[in-house]
């Protein structure tokens, strides 16, 4: 059969011939205009890689857990002043219960023993640090300076949690060693958690990197845990949408240092 060629209008792109599509005289004449606007439209839709941070102004919003807010906020404020001094830090506490706020925009980057779950929240490894028993310096088993897992689970806790969960890591730790232990409080800081520690008998977890140095201002002695428990993780998480938004990348790269130095064991 031969080639049946179809009457083209004047800005027809395509018609065929036989079983293949062929450019029209338009087409052709048009091919460099629409390479160039191309062009442009991936100019304008891919950002550029390059910041000056000097002049750049913005607000950041950081949702971070309350003790690394203590340890690495300051640090990494410091920073950000020094390179960009119009760059303004917005730092919120964490709720009681799961918030899509980095999905919806609200929050920037947060950080957190939590690692998110959902396929468009970015989330990567900042450090991780260990627990460790903190008591006041007048309670019984400090006096005997040493805690058998036993004398452990046979005293008094406050635990924290900003959802008031009496449970946690510990006491998986101890279900499977056949023990329980008798939590009385919940605190939902780890401040207030070490003040309850310091007016009472009751003991603590806290994570060393993070609040040894508070619990010695408070006058609480520390203790390694008297059995196995892994390392508390610290994530970094932010929405896929600052994947490539070059503030966002300088911004983390700032949050991945500070926390790497300060929350890491």
Same mark, same amino acid.
């Given at each position: 059969m031969g080639n049946r060629i179809r009457r083209t209008?004047?800005?027809?792109?395509?018609?065929?011939?036989?079983?293949?599509?062929?450019?029209?005289?338009?087409?052709?004449?048009?091919?460099?205009?629409?390479?160039?606007?191309?062009?442009?439209?991936?100019g304008v839709l891919a950002p550029s890689r390059e910041i000056d941070?000097?002049?750049?102004?913005?607000?950041?919003?950081?949702?971070?857990?309350? #003790?690394?807010?203590?340890?690495? $906020?300051? &640090? @990494?404020?410091? %920073?950000?002043?020094?390179?960009?001094?119009?760059?303004?830090?917005?730092?919120?506490?964490?709720?009681?219960?799961?918030?899509?706020?980095?999905r919806r925009g609200e929050v920037d980057l947060e950080a957190n023993a939590n690692r998110p779950g959902a396929p468009d929240i970015r989330v990567e490894s900042a450090g991780e640090t260990r627990l460790l028993l903190?008591?006041?310096?007048?309670?019984?088993?400090?006096?005997?300076?040493?805690?058998?897992?036993?004398?452990?689970a046979a005293a008094?806790?406050?635990?924290? #949690?900003?959802?008031?969960?009496? $449970?946690? &890591? @510990?006491?998986? %730790?101890?279900?499977?060693?056949?023990?329980?232990?008798r939590v009385v409080a919940t605190a939902p800081t780890e401040a207030a958690a070490l003040e309850f520690a310091r007016g009472s008998n009751l003991l603590v977890g806290i994570p060393e990197a993070t609040t040894r140095s508070e619990a010695a201002t408070l006058g609480l002695v520390t203790f390694p845990l008297p059995f196995e428990l892994p390392s508390v993780p610290v994530y970094l998480s932010w929405h896929q949408r600052y994947d490539t938004d070059p503030a966002h990348i300088w911004l983390r790269e700032l949050a991945r240092t500070v926390l790497a130095a300060r929350a890491a064991p």
């Open positions: 209008t004047g800005d027809q792109i395509l018609v065929r011939t036989g079983r293949t599509m062929t450019p029209t005289p338009y087409a052709i004449a048009v091919r460099e205009q629409v390479h160039e606007l191309l062009h442009q439209v991936q941070p000097a002049t750049l102004e913005r607000t950041f919003t950081l949702r971070w857990h309350d #003790s690394l807010v203590a340890l690495s $906020g300051p &640090a @990494l404020l410091a %920073a950000v002043r020094e390179q960009a001094p119009g760059v303004r830090l917005r730092f919120i506490a964490e709720s009681s219960v799961d918030t899509p706020g980095l903190a008591m006041r310096r007048e309670h019984p088993l400090a006096r005997a300076g040493a805690v058998t897992v036993r004398q452990y008094e806790h406050v635990t924290v #949690s900003r959802r008031g969960n009496f $449970g946690d &890591a @510990l006491d998986d %730790a101890l279900a499977r060693l056949g023990l329980t232990r």
